[in-house]
């Protein structure tokens, strides 16, 4: 559920957002298939999201206002969640 709304965040196109993670991974594996897109972006938001939950690293990182307050929302998550 965490990988599908961080996935979701990185789609939103909007003025007010200069960059998402989205638009960045895309012009940097610009080599993709098309039709392998949206697969590899969902594969990618769920390792982010596992990321936040463990000690393991990501070169995907928040570009927007929006998703640096999602990704700061989801180690709160965290943290409360698994604190016990």
């Not at 965040?9 to 594996?29: A, F, H, K, P």
Request: charged fraction near 20%.
């Amino acid at each position: 559920l965490m990988a599908c709304a961080w996935f979701a965040i990185g789609n939103i196109e909007c003025c007010d957002l200069e960059t998402t993670w989205v638009s960045s991974l895309r012009e940097q594996e610009a080599s993709f298939d098309r039709k392998h897109h949206r697969m590899y972006f969902y594969t990618t938001a769920v390792h982010w999201t596992l990321t936040q939950f463990t000690p393991g690293s990501m070169e995907v990182v928040p570009r927007n206002r929006l998703e640096r307050a999602y990704a700061i929302f989801t180690l709160l998550s965290g943290l409360i969640l698994f604190s016990s």
